[in-house]
Nanobody, 118 residues
């Protein structure tokens, strides 16, 4: 399984970025996909998820600003981030999750760094 995240960078507060995560080695359409982030000195936290059926959910901290979507034809999940704040600065990780019976299996990408300057 390979999850290649891209699209991070340096942006001013109030700006936008779109992260992409291209997956290979999996049957992408059956996986629930997600974005997590980890800021320096903090624990990794969930940002947004999109199920195999297309149902989305986002953390309260980014609601109304971030949107997750997926393109099964391209094996890619996206995170559109608008109205960025300095507290959004973190490394963003792509996650692919599948369920087998009662067990969840997670795969992770290497992450892409987002830095928001105030």
């Amino acid at each position: 399984v390979q999850l290649q995240a891209s699209g991070g960078g340096l942006v001013q507060a109030g700006g936008s970025l779109r992260l992409s995560c291209a997956a290979s080695g999996i049957i992408f359409s059956i996986y629930n996909m997600g974005w997590y982030r980890q800021a320096p000195g903090k624990q990794r936290e969930l940002v947004a998820t999109v199920s195999s059926g297309g149902t989305t959910d986002v953390a309260d901290s980014v609601k109304g600003r971030f949107t997750i979507s997926r393109d099964n034809a391209k094996n890619t999940v996206y995170l559109q981030m608008n109205s960025l704040k300095s507290e959004d600065t973190a490394k963003y990780y792509c996650n692919a999750r599948r369920k087998a019976g009662s067990t969840y299996f997670d795969d992770w990408g290497r992450g892409t760094l987002v830095t928001v300057s105030s």
